[in-house]
């Protein structure tokens, strides 16, 4: 169904189906907006009306699963929102005006049945090594090379924005983030440690639409990334990062949407040598922080 006001939902019965009225926001609260965690697959997109017809799972403390049109404000999002695509946002409801929208929008692309990733390269052997100067440009239209992060621990890992697959991209981007968090909460933390996210997806992931995707996953009240960079380059100097570390990836012949691609995650000493490689997800925040504390002076 679709439901025109949200602040108007009205409980209904329909072939014996109940659809439960959402609980409204406090009316006595002094906040004028209140903001909820809502994701889902989106069933439709009208970029006319800057509004998506979102299939949205229960938003806890506000209303159940349902199907609805939301507004959205984020003008970057009209070229990847495509029906299919799953999206993780903040809703926001304006108790003063009835009014409500999306903001900090994540898209993912829809999963392909029986998508493969290719095989880890286990011929790699970069532990000692100094990692290759590079060229990137981060979240913020700023080039940054590896010298950018000599004097800090720094971890590195691989993604793109619209992986579908929720134990790839999904997974090193809410681990790196919830490291951030905490680096970011530390001063001390925060001039020793850095984060940074690699896209290899350069023709889509635009430094701009990496910063909403960032601060998408560090939420509502984040105002920048901290110690997590997200950084794309040319398509040359991402492979030659890439290949250092064994990370393969290609485009999906099946679906030119999707990336076929491994996991790499490495820690880098202040120096720039490399010092530890996680491959695969079966690692934690906690392991990396470890890891990263583990090469700081002492």
């Given at each position: 169904?679709r439901?025109?006001a949200l ?5 209904f019965?329909s ?5 439960t009225?959402p609980q ?5 609260s002094?906040a004028?907006q ?6 889902g697959?989106?069933?439709a ?10 299939e949205h799972?229960e938003?806890v403390?506000?209303?159940p699963p ?9 003008d ?15 809703l926001?409801v304006?108790?003063s005006?009835?009014?409500?929208w999306l ?8 999963a392909r049945p029986g ?6 390269n286990?011929?790699?052997?970069q532990i000692?090594k100094p ?5 990137l440009t981060?979240?913020d239209?700023?080039?940054i090379?590896?010298k ?5 621990a720094l971890?590195?890992?691989f993604?793109?924005r619209?992986?579908?697959l929720p134990?790839?991209c ?7 983030s919830?490291l951030?968090i905490q680096i970011?909460?530390d001063?001390t933390?925060?001039?020793k440690?850095?984060?940074l996210?690699i896209?290899f ?11 909403q995707?960032g601060?998408g996953?560090?939420g ?13 380059g ?5 492979r030659k ?7 393969k990836y ?7 949407t999707?990336?076929n ?9 202040p120096?720039?040598k490399v010092?530890?490689i996680f491959?695969?997800n079966?690692?934690t925040p906690?392991?990396?922080?470890r890891?990263?504390e583990?090469?700081l002076?002492?």
């Amino acid at each position: 169904m679709r439901v025109p006001a949200l602040l108007l939902l009205t409980a209904f019965v329909s072939l014996g189906l109940a659809c439960t009225q959402p609980q409204p926001p406090d009316a006595n609260s002094s906040a004028p907006q209140k903001r909820y965690a809502l994701t889902g697959t989106v069933k439709a997109v009208d970029k006319i009306t800057h509004t998506a017809t979102i299939e949205h799972n229960e938003v806890v403390g506000y209303m159940p699963p349902m199907t609805m049109d939301f507004e959205i404000r984020e003008d970057w999002v009209w070229d990847d929102l495509v029906p299919g695509a799953e999206i993780r946002s903040e809703l926001v409801v304006d108790n003063s005006n009835g009014k409500y929208w999306l903001e900090k929008i994540g898209i993912s692309a829809a999963a392909r049945p029986g998508q493969e990733p290719p095989p880890v390269n286990e011929k790699f052997a970069q532990i000692g090594k100094p990692v290759p100067d590079f060229s990137l440009t981060n979240q913020d239209a700023q080039k940054i090379s590896i010298k950018d992060f000599v004097g800090k621990a720094l971890a590195i890992t691989f993604i793109y924005r619209e992986c579908p697959l929720p134990e790839f991209c999904i997974l090193m981007s809410r681990n790196f983030s919830d490291l951030a968090i905490q680096i970011n909460a530390d001063q001390t933390a925060r001039e020793k440690i850095a984060l940074l996210s690699i896209s290899f997806d350069p023709a889509r992931d635009t430094p701009a639409k990496l910063r909403q995707y960032g601060l998408g996953y560090l939420g509502k009240d984040a105002k920048d990334l901290g110690a997590w960079n997200l950084a794309v380059g040319s398509d040359a100097e991402v492979r030659k990062i890439a290949d250092f570390f064994g990370l393969k990836y290609e485009t999906d012949e099946e679906d030119k949407t999707q990336i076929n691609h491994s996991l790499v995650t490495a820690v880098v000493d202040p120096e720039g040598k490399v010092t530890k490689i996680f491959t695969g997800n079966r690692w934690t925040p906690a392991d990396l922080k470890r890891e990263l504390e583990a090469v700081l002076p002492k």
